[in-house]
Nanobody, 127 residues
Framework: QVQTVESGGGLVQAGGSLRLSCAAS???????????MGWFRQAPGKERDFVAG????????YYADSVKGRFTISRDNAKNTVYLQMNSLKPEDTAVYYC?????????????????WGQGTQVTVSS
């Protein structure tokens, strides 16, 4: 059973930065480095949304319009870890952030991800 583990969240003032990390555990024959991966977030009272995605080799990245120019997704396959660098944070970025494997590079709908959802990491941005 695959389990994603997200970390790096916290409380930050508007304009600040955080870097989130994601690793997948429980994989017997493959690792996170074999998969396209994405970051998603769920704000209180709202549906889970796509934030950013990256191909398995890091060759292509994708972003939601709301975070373009502020967030950067990257990966270190040697460490089997995917990162989300978040700069110029806004109060509207407050949410629980999750990572997961998308169904495809053309389908970032969080309803169709391929791993079970992990616990996520809370990001709170104060104004």
């Amino acid at each position: 059973q695959v389990q994603t583990v997200e970390s790096g969240g916290g409380l930050v003032q508007a304009g600040g930065s955080l870097r989130l990390s994601c690793a997948a555990s429980g994989l017997t024959f493959t690792t996170t480095s074999s998969y396209n991966m994405g970051w998603f977030r769920q704000a209180p009272g709202k549906e889970r949304d796509f934030v950013a995605g990256i191909t398995w080799n890091g060759g292509s990245t994708y972003y939601a319009d709301s975070v373009k120019g502020r967030f950067t997704i990257s990966r270190d396959n040697a460490k089997n870890t995917v990162y989300l660098q978040m700069n110029s944070l806004k109060p509207e970025d407050t949410a629980v952030y999750y990572c997961n494997r998308p169904r495809s590079m053309t389908n970032w709908n969080p309803a169709y991800v391929l791993f079970p959802w992990g616990q996520g990491t809370q990001v709170t941005v104060s104004s």
